[in-house]
């Protein structure tokens, strides 16, 4: 079984390539500067269903973003998280967040409607994170 | 500078135990099993200002809470969650997620007031997490 993105998570994110262990993305919602990491392992809905090496390999991916996000947008805090309430397919959340930003200081899932990014905007934005996180 | 637990973790929680990096908690609300690790490092807020063999041993207490989280209550989902909006001590949450729980499919953050233990419940609740999680 080969891994593929699950449909949802695909079409609320751009694609801007792939890490190490996992497939980077940028969620479509310019209030923040969200990324999300996707295991490219089939099958997995929980960290601890990845082997030790894989855990390894998304911690070191989730503290690069973090520091690129804190080095981009100046964060007050960063967020992570690994929910799948509602998309169970493995993914973790890495999110810049500012004091008094739309959701501040309550988390951002179910935290109000997405604010979608202009189609122009955010491909010149994931170009600019593959560029710097991506070899 | 040494570790001091921030007092409002301290008043919303039951300690545990130390594990090889954090000190384990349990958050005092019965509608939820909820864990927290709270890395035993002074002065840090986020996941990434952690040095890397830190950050691995957290990962891997995280991996270990969420088995026994799984084990013990049959999870249909787990939540691991470093947020830190209102109490920004690094601190990471492990939370055993039931489908039709009080607050499924959304967080538990900021969903509703917590519901508290009986006192001797946690104790004993407390107490079984450290024979079992703890050397």
């Given amino acids: 079984?080969?891994?593929v993105l699950d449909p949802r998570l695909e079409a609320s994110t751009?694609?801007?390539g792939d890490l190490g262990l996992s497939r980077l993305l940028l969620m479509n919602d310019a209030r923040f500067l969200w990324l999300i990491l996707a295991p490219r392992r089939a099958g997995l809905t929980e960290i601890v269903d990845l082997g030790a090496p894989d855990r390894a390999a998304l911690m070191?991916?989730?503290a690069a973003l973090s520091q690129w996000?804190?080095?981009r947008a100046g964060t007050d805090k960063i967020n992570v998280g690994a929910l799948g309430n509602i998309v169970?397919?493995?993914h973790?959340?890495?999110i810049a967040r500012r004091i008094?930003?739309?959701a501040w200081p309550g988390p951002v899932w179910g935290a109000g409607a997405a604010q979608p990014y202009e189609e122009g905007t955010a491909r010149e934005l994931a170009r600019e994170i593959a560029g710097d996180l991506i070899n």
């Fill in 60 to 62: 070191e991916e989730i």
């Fill in 92 to 94: 973790v959340h890495v």
């Fill in 1 to 3: 079984m080969s891994f």
């Fill in 88 to 90: 169970a397919q493995l």
């Fill in 14 to 16: 751009f694609a801007i």
């Fill in 100 to 102: 008094g930003d739309p």
């Fill in 69 to 71: 996000l804190r080095r």
